[in-house]
């Protein structure tokens, strides 16, 4: 069986490759300089027209719809929304990342998420769509998956191409279908993330449950007021250890565990005791055969809401109870991505394994008084081994990942 | 490698599928352009307080779920899996609507909490404080195969023994009208109604008696129609079998310009196969492909299809194996193996 020891080291799932584009930067390089100098992507809300502007900050892809479209070389008249120009650009950068020259030479799979899928055009055109041809061609690109297959026709991936919409977490569970589909051997090779715009769907629906800040967000700290909703793709190559190694492929890391739990708990609100984060983190680490002492850092989900951040707090205490891992949460750079959020970390976790640097939780000030954990604040460099990260989402969807070195 | 089977199937759809085994001889022709679902008093299934805040698919999920689970006799499954295509269209339509026409003021939140794709998912955790694996897929027509492949793999990798999986769609108000309209303008369009529905299974590692099992599922998100045949073949082979071991077919027609894939595939089979479509009966939609699975385990359950549905006699003297294909506008692939065991 698979889930024997040895079985396990066999099906390694390798990391090869890895693009992103966000608030901190068009493309992977941009991103680490980004990082490594401290610089948060949240501003101004600019791309669109909104009434709450004035009262938000986000984290905007500073590249226009009209310069992605130049920048793919598609046509002024494509249907592609700003969810699939985003995740055209990422994945476009991974494949390139990975050396990856003939996409069909193995069996190899894409795997996207997405929670706004075409919305963004959708908005702006809905009530037109029954009385003005140009609008229509916006129709059929509303569904979540149409980006997906977009970007997998771009990309020539023609076999196995899904969509994962779990919230917050749904890149998170990307990369993990994409880890559990090498393992069974049923793909040699799959590229997973996701990709979220901006859109006035999701920044109002936010800020109806009042948990948008008005400020550069805060995670962990007493005084948070909340979060900062961001835009961002982001991608990563897969493939198995074996091919991996025979071709000579550069592994950036490990994917070496992964958990997906249920808090089971409220449509939107996480519960005081993090249950569902707790069984995700503790799966993620006996799938990876790992003792929580062995976590060099943890990627907190850390959206800056006072309700995540406390019932997170709470759930990585229990797992990791007095020796709680140094940890941070990176949402301070980019905003809160939503579907992309698991996948972007998961590329900051792979920069932090290379740079051995975690990136610091800026803008904190005050340890929350329950709980009294201090994140890391400044750039700090350190011998890193073992990184988790966590992604949760509305509906209880609670995943964790285990990034290493290797 | 471990087999996986289907202890039960349940669907709400635009037949009267949800009571009883009795819509198999009652089954109507559909000639609207929209085909709502015949729904069940839900208020046996689901309390009125939860009832009132809930989309009807929403509703609809959670009854077909519930009683799939009871059914099977699962209290609390080990992995809940759900499919949809336009996910909480309802919801999202009533959130924008109430943006567009309050110009971003007066806002209230349910709309939008209950908008997101995983909702169907995360009501049957909620109601079952099921705190295992959950995940939610929404990619297009492959929404419900994509669910299902995980249930396989889950199964197959001894990651859990009893799997919940199901598609669901719900038609909204508003949308899908564009929808209509763009198949409507168009000579090669889609000619079924468009439908909604939730239909759900229990997956099992578990062989009960007279199970059916669930041979094998494969998608593609783009093959040419000259593909078709060595695709079929391809699939038929790595699952030890020959055409002549095709009992029966499940077909997707939907009337519109791409139905010619179904006729390669069948051309593929001796003429007198036994060939069903059912998207006349239900409707198209994402996830309609889920009422195939359906079907297909009442066939092979009850070893019974009404022959006025059938072209020809049933030449064979049992059904034991069927064959389910799928696509969507000449993408998005699906072939699922069904074997009476």
């Known amino acids: ?394 509906g209880g969807n609670c995943s964790s990942l285990i990034f290493s070195k290797p | 490698m471990t087999s996986v089977y289907i202890h039960s199937a349940v669907s709400i759809s635009a037949q009267n599928t949800f009571e009883s085994d009795a819509w198999i001889s009652q089954l109507t022709s559909n000639s609207d352009k929209k085909a709502k679902a015949i729904h069940p008093d839900y208020k046996d299934y689901i309390s009125s307080l939860a009832l009132r805040r809930m989309a009807t698919g929403v509703k609809m999920g959670v009854t077909a779920a519930t009683k799939a689970l009871k059914n099977a006799e699962i209290s609390e499954p080990d992995a809940i899996l759900t499919g949809t295509g336009m996910g909480c269209i309802e919801d999202t339509e009533k959130f924008l609507n109430n943006i567009i026409a309050n110009d971003e003021e007066f806002l209230t939140p349910t709309a939008f909490i209950q908008s997101t794709h995983n909702t169907v998912g995360a009501q049957i955790a909620l109601g079952l404080n099921c705190k295992m694996y959950n995940n939610t897929y929404v990619h297009g027509a492959l929404s419900f195969e994509s669910a299902l492949m995980d249930a396989q793999l889950l199964i197959q990798q001894s990651e859990a023994k009893n799997v919940l999986v199901g598609g669901i769609d719900e038609l909204g108000a508003e949308f899908v009208d564009s929808v209509r309209m763009l198949e409507d303008q168009n000579s090669h369009g889609i000619k079924v109604p468009i439908g909604e529905g939730a239909t759900f299974f229990v997956m099992s590692s578990e062989a009960k008696e007279n199970a059916i099992e669930l041979l094998d599922i494969q998608s593609f998100s783009q093959l040419k129609k000259e593909e078709v045949a060595k695709t079929l073949n391809d699939f038929l082979m790595e699952n030890n079998l020959n055409h002549s071991d095709i009992d029966a077919l499940v077909l997707g027609n939907n009337g519109d310009g791409f139905d010619d894939f179904y006729g390669t595939l069948s051309s593929e089979f001796s003429p007198h196969i036994t060939s069903i479509t059912y998207k006349k009966y239900i409707g198209e939609y994402f996830t309609a492909s889920a009422f195939a699975l359906f079907w297909g385990f009442k066939i092979l359950s009850s070893q019974h299809i009404p022959e006025v549905l059938l072209q020809h006699k049933i030449s064979k003297s049992s059904i034991k194996t069927i064959l389910l294909y799928n696509q969507f506008k000449g993408r998005d692939h699906s072939f699922i193996l069904l074997k009476s065991c």
């Open chain 1, 1 to 394: 069986m698979p889930s024997t020891e040895k079985n396990k080291a066999k099906n390694r799932v390798a990391i090869t490759g890895m693009g992103i584009i966000s608030a901190i930067g068009n493309t992977l390089e941009d991103n680490r300089t980004s990082l490594l100098s401290s610089t948060s992507g949240i501003g101004d809300l600019t791309h669109i027209h909104s009434k709450q502007a004035a009262h938000i900050k986000v984290g905007e892809v500073k590249l226009t719809n009209d310069e992605l479209t130049t920048q793919l070389q598609l046509p002024k008249d494509t249907n592609f929304t700003r969810t699939a120009l985003l995740g055209l650009m990422a994945s476009k950068e991974a494949i390139k990342n990975a050396t990856i020259k003939d996409m069909n030479e193995v069996r190899t799979g894409f795997i996207s998420a997405t929670t706004v899928g075409g919305m963004d055009k959708t908005e702006v055109h809905f009530k037109e769509f029954r009385t003005q041809s140009e609008t229509q061609k916006y129709i059929s690109s509303h569904h979540a998956g149409d980006s997906t297959q977009k970007i997998a026709d771009a990309l020539g991936v023609t076999d196995f191409v899904t969509t994962i919409s779990t919230a917050c977490s749904s890149s998170a569970n990307a990369i993990m279908l994409g880890a559990r589909l090498i393992k069974a051997g049923t793909l040699d090779r799959v590229i997973v993330g996701g990709t979220d715009a901006l859109s006035k769907f999701t920044i109002n629906g936010f800020k109806t449950l009042m948990i948008l800040s008005d400020e550069r967000c805060a995670p962990f700290d007493a005084d948070r007021k909340g979060l900062n909703l961001g835009e961002s793709a982001a991608y990563l190559v897969l493939e198995s250890n074996d091919m991996a190694l025979k071709n000579n492929k550069k592994v950036l890391a490990y994917l070496s565990g992964y958990g997906n739990a249920n808090d089971a708990f409220h449509q939107t609100a996480s519960s005081d005791t993090g249950e569902g984060a707790y069984l995700a983190m503790l799966k993620a680490l006996k799938f990876a055969n790992l003792d929580a002492s062995q976590i060099d850092y943890v990627n907190a989900h850390g959206t800056a809401t006072p309700n995540n951040d406390l019932s997170e707090s709470v759930a990585i205490q229990r797992v990791f109870g007095e020796k709680v891992p140094d940890f941070s949460s990176t949402k301070v750079f980019t905003g809160h991505t939503l579907a992309a959020a698991g996948a972007v970390e998961a590329v900051f976790c792979i920069l932090g394994l290379q740079e051995q640097i975690v990136f610091p939780n800026l803008n904190f000030k005050t340890r929350i008084p329950e709980i009294g954990l201090e994140p890391v604040t400044t750039l700090k460099q350190k011998k890193i081994q073992h990184i988790l990260s966590n992604s949760f989402g509305f």
